[in-house]
């Protein structure tokens, strides 16, 4: 089955720098790519996500790249801010009738002000 | 808009009593639904999953059942729970394949 590793699993940098966090699927069949933040206590929330046939996608400071060759993809914050501190999720799909995902570890992200 | 609704959002249980945490969705049609279990300071461990009414699928081993009476509801249940069974019990829905899961409140058991 699929297997996604994350790295790092934690992260500190200063408010206004850029932030990257990793993630590495191993089976090439996987098309979807979704990223979650979860803050403290809180629900998962869906806050990118990206589909094989694209290679790269923004939103606003939210950036995620996907190297299908490699099989890794990337989500980039630029411009942390202190609210971005979280855990953050990879996920990966391979659009299967359940659509089950494959989560990585988390990276824990520390944005100090 | 569909949403999603998980309750309780806190449990307190003693071992071997029994469970059962409810989940609904609004506002769509025949979602795939999907329970997740979060230990503390943990990823995300898929514990069960359905695409229609009476289909469910598991995807490990343990002491918790599912069901899915009717389209929008799913259920997580026990008959005796253990210690390990403490965690953050997440309900999520989707539309079909490659699309995004959306989460629940979540649940966070305690087991005494």
């Known amino acids: 089955g699929e297997n996604v590793e994350q790295h790092p699993s934690t992260l500190s940098v200063q408010e206004g720098d850029s932030a990257v966090i990793k993630c590495t699927y191993s089976?090439?069949?996987?098309?979807?790519f979704p990223w979650y933040k979860q803050e403290l206590g809180k629900r998962p929330q869906l806050i990118i996500d990206?589909?094989?046939?694209?290679g790269e996608k923004k939103d606003q400071r939210i950036a995620v790249t996907l190297n299908k060759t490699a099989k890794h993809f990337s989500l980039h914050i630029t411009e942390t801010q202190p609210e971005d501190s979280a855990v953050y999720f990879c996920?990966?799909?391979?659009?299967?009738?359940?659509?089950?995902?494959?989560f990585g570890g988390g990276t824990r992200l520390m944005v100090k002000p | 808009s569909q949403t999603i609704h998980q309750w309780p959002a806190t449990l307190v249980q003693p071992v071997g009593s029994p469970l059962s945490l409810e989940c609904t969705v609004e506002?769509?049609?025949?979602?795939?639904l999907y329970w997740y279990r979060q230990a503390a300071g943990r990823g995300l461990q898929l514990l069960f999953y359905?695409?229609?009414?009476?289909?469910i699928s598991s995807e490990v081993p343990q002491n918790l059942s599912a069901s899915r009476p009717q389209d929008r509801q799913f259920i997580l249940s026990s008959k005796k729970l253990l210690l390990s069974d403490s965690g953050f019990y997440l309900c999520?829905?989707?539309?079909?394949?490659?699309?995004?899961?959306?989460f629940g409140d979540g649940t966070r058991l305690s087991i005494l």
């Open positions: 999520a829905w989707s539309v079909q394949s490659n699309q995004p899961q959306h």
């Open positions: 089976d090439s069949a996987s098309n979807y």
């Open positions: 990206i589909r094989s046939n694209v």
């Open positions: 996920a990966a799909s391979i659009g299967n009738a359940g659509n089950m995902l494959t």
């Open positions: 506002g769509t049609s025949n979602p795939n």
């Open positions: 359905s695409v229609g009414i009476g289909q």
